[in-house]
C-alpha cells in the first residue's frame, strides 16, 4: 500500500512561529526587566520631594506656611528654585533663630542628603534656578582679571574691593566672602539672598559669574601675595588715611605736649 506523503507546511509558516516567539520574548522582558533610567529618576526625585515635604513640615512650615505660600513670619518660597534653598540651609541661615534686620551665618543643622530633599520639595512648589553644577562655579576656562573687573562694578559698593565686607543701613551688611564656598556664591548672585540684588543669567552670564567666583578666590586665597601690615578691610587709601591721620596726627600732638611739658618743667627749675 502506498504510504500518504507527509502534508508539507506553508513557507511562511516558519517566519510567523519566529514572529511570535519575539513577540512572547519583549513582552515577558517588559514585565519583568527593570525600570528604565528615566523612570528610576522619576521614583528617586519623588521620593526625595515626600521626605523633602516631611522636613519641610518639621522645620520651615511654622514661618513659610504649610504650603510655601508665606506668612507674616517668612516670605513665600513658592518659586525660588532649588537654588535658594541649598544656599539658604546649606549655609546655616535657614532655619532661622530669630527674627532681625538679617539673618547671619551660623552651623548648618541639616545633612547636605537632607537639603538636597528639602530643595526638591520646594522646587516642586514652582520653578526657579536649579542648584549649579560644578562645571559652572569651577575655575576651569576662567578669566581673573573679567572677574576683578565685573566685581568691582557690581559688588564691590556692599562687599567692597575684596569682599571682605562691609556695613548698609538699619542694621543690615554685606558678609565677607572670604572662604564662602564657590556654589554658594554662585547661588547667591542667582537668587539674591536678604538684602543683595539677584544676577540672573540676563544681567552675569554663566562665564561671568565663574570669572567673578576665580577673582574671589585669587585675592582670599593662601596663595596671594600679601606685602604684610594691616589690611585694613582692604578699603585701600581712604581707611588707610583715615588711619594715618588719626594715629599718626595723635602721635604727633603727643609728642608735642609731652616736649612742651619737659620744656616748662626744666625753665621753672
Not at 516567539?21 to 522582558?29: Q, S
Not at 525600570?35 to 528617586?44: F, L
Not at 538679617?102 to 526638591?120: F, H, M, R, T
Not at 542694621?171 to 543683595?196: C, F, R, W
Request: charged share 20%; hydrophobic share 40%; net charge neutral.
Amino acid at each position: 500500500m502506498k504510504k500518504l506523503s507527509a502534508r508539507r507546511r506553508h513557507p511562511l509558516a516558519a517566519l510567523v512561529v519566529l514572529l511570535l516567539a519575539l513577540a512572547c520574548t519583549g513582552g515577558l522582558y517588559a514585565a519583568f526587566a527593570p525600570a528604565s533610567k528615566a523612570q528610576a529618576d522619576e521614583t528617586a526625585q519623588s521620593l526625595a520631594i515626600d521626605e523633602g515635604k516631611k522636613l519641610y513640615a518639621v522645620g520651615c512650615a511654622s514661618c513659610h506656611g504649610t504650603g510655601g505660600q508665606g506668612t507674616t513670619d517668612g516670605p513665600s518660597l513658592v518659586g525660588v528654585g532649588a537654588a535658594a534653598v541649598d544656599f539658604q540651609v546649606g549655609t546655616g541661615r535657614m532655619p532661622a533663630q530669630q527674627p532681625g534686620a538679617q539673618v547671619p551665618k551660623k552651623k548648618v543643622i541639616y545633612s547636605q542628603a537632607e537639603i538636597d530633599q528639602l530643595a526638591a520639595y520646594v522646587a516642586s512648589l514652582g520653578a526657579g534656578p536649579a542648584i549649579p553644577s560644578e562645571e559652572k562655579y569651577g575655575p576651569e576656562g576662567a578669566d581673573i582679571a573679567k572677574g576683578g573687573e565685573l566685581f568691582r562694578t557690581n559688588c564691590a559698593q556692599c562687599h567692597n574691593f575684596t569682599g571682605k565686607g562691609g556695613a548698609l543701613t538699619h542694621g543690615k551688611y554685606a558678609p565677607s566672602l572670604e572662604g564662602v564656598d564657590p556654589k554658594h556664591i554662585y547661588e547667591a548672585m542667582q537668587t539674591g539672598p536678604q538684602n543683595m540684588p539677584s544676577f540672573p543669567d540676563t544681567t552675569l552670564s554663566e562665564q561671568n559669574k565663574k570669572d567673578i567666583i576665580a577673582y574671589l578666590d585669587a585675592v582670599n586665597s593662601d596663595d596671594t601675595v600679601d606685602p604684610g601690615g594691616l589690611s585694613l578691610g582692604g578699603l585701600g587709601p581712604v581707611s588707610e588715611g583715615l588711619f594715618g591721620w588719626i594715629f599718626g596726627l595723635g602721635a604727633c600732638i603727643a609728642v608735642a605736649v609731652w616736649v612742651a611739658a619737659r620744656t616748662a618743667k626744666a625753665k621753672k627749675s
